[in-house]
């Protein structure tokens, strides 16, 4: 990269971040509850959730002899107050076990929405983002 | 490729200073001696000693002081393995100063000073596609130790991968004279069924795909090393085949297979004959998973087998299915059985075996009695006359009800124990169903209707109709004790174990899973998953539990608290209009004493916070709800006077950061007498040692967004009085 190249390169980057930020504040704290993700999103998340969580999690997210469930009060009470960026990096960074670091960033976000839905928080009109640092935006409040 | 990173100097550093206090402790295996390996504060099997005890006779830390425990030093797991750890079920062992103990997702082993957590060696042997297949991942839940009392000190454990290695204790190195370079490939040996030419034979797992492994630790008699053997877990076969289960020795000095015992008894063993229709040439697992225990004295070793394939479906292997969810007592020098007892004929329900047997001397209408008891899912701790296999007290066959899955024949009779009394449930009585407020109770009788609901354990699944959704389950596949198995102080004859009292589930076998393990699909080839087309290919799907439905339409999610509900795809019919609460009724968790010299319950608590899903529930706003424990596998230890235990999953009620805690209840009258706060819940059973006059207590902590942990708590230095002679 020519030293031009780079400057353009990082005045590009700077005002994508500074755009980004502002978008984020506008948003100010939102949380599982305010439709965080779309039904459509969520159903992508539960035909990968079937091929890539369902053989360990079981197909509802109910758990396994080894594996965690990935519903009820036991998962909610990891995550309540946390971020959906924890869940999803979890996601991200260890699943599926053998796997890892294999699915894309856009699937982990449709499994973690498949997630939210499993869990019963309401979908909305925009999808979950893909970025952990967008993430680290919405809280993750077991209840409402 | 094996790793070691040894540090020689400081080790033997640390070994000179220890060594004055320990000079009159004898490490090692008990060999004939009644004397507890616990004795000298050392932890030297993952039970503390080889008969499933959990016990050490320590008292330093006792109901007067366990609130005043700081953390001693911990140790974080993120770095031994290519990914952090999440699931940390590890127990270590302490012999002569030096902590033992498997950690992180290759599962390496670990040394490090019992005083500091500072690591003095560590190993781990990068498997690859060996381990990235194997059935049984993670750190495992530890290892074994080995001496000659002579200064030859030995860990052993198994690999991911299924390979048996031995290190030397001191610097982490493979013993050299040990099988092959310090290891033995336990894939060796192991066969599954296979048609040639019309005719069945008995042929050799491959070596990378065969489905063999254990998480679980190789059990160190004198100088044998027993190993068991484990496949993927339950509930999730859609194959018939699978390798089949088997339980074997070696000399601990030279890696030599010393016997084998086949759990599946072969054409002209007693036994065969319980496998219907051949089905003996085929089905697969029925091995044992868990953790086995011995007794030295009698030279018997006891193995809790587990369930063959297709774990909810029977029709592939029609009969009683010896030694499917048996108790089975070998003989330590030659692996012959001495007796068996089939705790679950005909396993429908993964009801398999899953604690380690214990091995009591009690007193029993004024007779000294030598007995085993097997905790287990199904909330009954089945005793026997370790030595005959005789029922200490009687065990009776009780009618159970038919199965009308096509093709299924379920046992029409199944053993029911009299005594000691169930420590946790394994039906849904109608006392049992949630009643927090009327509108609840009776919008969950409603559900209840849509159900096979019958009151005794032993129910067959169903397959969904508009007759049923599902059977109503508890205390099965989740339920009652699990890995983590119970305990017994050996000083009181009083046994304590931790049961999760909530499993329930709503359990079917969808017709989608059906149609593809009906014998139909399997006849004649029963071919296993390694010989499918395109096994392991890209595109290839592995089996999974999509056929198992805990619920027809929405799964068993596990609801607040207890099992059931609560969460999951679509509605939920078992917990619709429960607000997300458990259909069944607190305590969900529970820690119980029983009398083994009388077989009666001495006292029975709930253990853990109530969960903050039931403390914040709109629908139980106003109500005083009395604390309800929670479901969840935690094992126990045993001190003196203390039965210690941390909390299964972590909450954040008003008075204390969010967290778990690890709580002390006296032995006694199950009264709480201290808790100390962690940052996670409990993952691995907790085990207590002592050094230099100051006794710890270990434990795995981890799960949710916190990576894997062992915390070592002890009092504050300035609260121990000096050491004397007799307290080391």
Known sequence: MTSSTARVAAFITGVAVSGLLCTLGAQGTRSVWDGVYTEAQANRGAALFDRECAQCHGPAGEGGGMAPALVGSAFSANYDGQTVAELFDRNRTTMPVGKEGQLSAQQNADITAAMLQFNKFPPGATELPSQSMMLRQIKYIAER | ?728
Request: glycine share 12%; charged share 20%; net charge neutral.
């Open chain 2, 1 to 728: 490729m094996s790793r070691t990173n040894s540090r020689p100097s400081i080790a033997w550093a640390a070994l000179a200073l220890v060594v004055v206090w320990m000079a009159a402790g004898v490490s090692g295996q008990p060999t004939g001696s009644s004397r507890m390996p616990t004795q000298n504060g050392e932890w030297p099997n993952y039970s503390g000693d080889v008969k499933g005890s959990r016990y050490s006779p320590l008292d330093q830390i006792n109901a007067s002081n366990f609130n005043k425990l700081e953390v001693a030093w911990r140790f974080k797991t993120d770095n031994l393995g290519p990914r952090p750890e999440y699931k940390l079920e590890g127990t270590p062992l302490m012999v002569k100063g030096t902590l033992y103990m498997t950690a992180g997702t290759r599962r390496a082993v670990v040394a490090v000073d019992a005083k500091t957590g500072e690591q003095k060696w560590v190993y781990s042997l990068d498997e690859g596609k060996r381990a990235e297949m194997a059935p049984r991942v993670l750190s495992g839940r530890g290892l074994s130790y080995w001496t000659d009392g002579k200064g030859d000190d030995r860990i052993v454990y198994v690999t991911i991968g299924y390979r048996l290695v031995q290190l030397n204790a001191r610097t982490g190195q493979p013993i050299p004279t040990f099988g092959k370079g310090g290891m033995v490939d336990l894939k060796e040996g192991v066969v599954y069924g296979k048609l040639v030419n019309g005719k069945w034979q008995q042929v050799q797992i491959p070596l990378v795909e065969g489905e063999i492994g254990t998480n679980s630790t190789p059990l160190v008699v004198g100088d044998t090393i027993v190993v068991q053997s484990a496949m993927a877990e339950g509930l999730r076969y859609e194959y018939t085949n699978n390798a089949k289960g088997l339980v074997r020795a070696y000399d601990a000095r030279t890696g030599k297979q010393l016997w084998r015992f086949n759990t599946m008894p072969g054409p002209g063993e007693p036994g065969n004959e319980t496998w219907e229709n051949g089905s003996w040439n085929w089905t697969g697992n029925t091995g044992v998973w868990t953790e086995m225990s011995a007794d030295p004295e009698a030279g018997l070793v006891y193995l809790p087998v587990e369930s063959p394939t297709i774990d909810a479906y029977g029709g592939n292997r029609l009969g009683n299915n010896l030694y499917d969810s048996s108790l089975v007592a070998v003989d330590l020098k030659t692996g012959k059985r001495k007796w068996h007892f089939q705790i679950t004929h005909h396993d429908l329900w993964d009801y398999d075996l899953a604690g380690a047997p214990l091995v009591m001397d009690v007193t029993i209408d004024g007779k000294p009695r030598k007995i085993v008891g097997q905790p287990g899912k199904l909330g009954w701790l089945h005793t026997f006359d370790r030595i005959t296999g005789e029922p200490i007290w009687p065990i009776v066959e009780k009618p159970v009800p038919p199965s009308d899955v096509p093709g299924e024949n379920a046992s029409p009779t199944q053993p029911f124990p009299t005594k000691p009394p169930l420590f946790s449930r394994n039906y849904l009585a109608p006392d049992d169903v949630i009643d927090f407020t009327p509108a609840l109770r009776a919008k969950a009788m409603e559900n209840l209707k849509k159900y096979r609901w019958e009151q005794m354990p032993f129910v067959p699944y169903v397959i969904p109709s508009d007759k049923w959704l599902g059977t109503i389950l508890v205390g099965n596949t989740m339920g009652g004790v699990n890995w983590e198995g119970s305990s017994f102080n050996p000083e009181t004859g009083i046994f304590y174990t931790q049961a999760n009292n909530s499993a329930i589930s709503g359990a079917s076998l969808s017709q989608e899973y059906f149609d593809k393990i009906k014998p139909e699909v399997h006849t004649p080839n029963h071919i296993a998953i390694w010989e499918a087309p395109g096994f392991a290919q890209p595109g290839f799907e592995a089996p999974s539990t999509s056929g198992y439905r805990a619920n027809p339409v929405a799964g068993g999610a596990p609801a607040a608290g207890g099992g059931g509900g609560g969460g999951g795809r679509g509605g939920n019919a078992l917990t619709e209009g429960l607000g997300g609460l458990s259909i069944i009724k607190p305590p969900y968790g529970v820690i119980t004493a029983l009398d083994m010299n009388n077989g009666t319950m001495k006292w029975q608590v709930p253990h853990g916070d109530t969960p903050d899903a039931v403390r914040n529930s709109p629908l139980l706003k106003g109500l005083t709800i009395p604390k309800t424990g929670q479901q969840g596998i935690v094992g126990v230890v045993l001190t003196k006077s203390l039965v210690v235990v941390g909390d299964p999953q972590v909450t954040a009620p008003p008075d204390r950061p969010r967290g778990a805690m690890l709580r002390a209840y006296d032995q006694q009258d199950g009264k709480e007498v201290g808790a100390v706060w962690m940052p996670a819940a409990q993952s691995g059973n907790p085990m207590t040692y002592m050094v230099d006059g100051r006794q710890y207590i270990m434990v795995a902590v981890g799960g949710g967004v916190y990576t894997s942990e062992y915390i070592a708590f002890a009092l504050p230095r300035s609260d121990i009085a000096k050491p004397t002679s007799t307290q080391r």
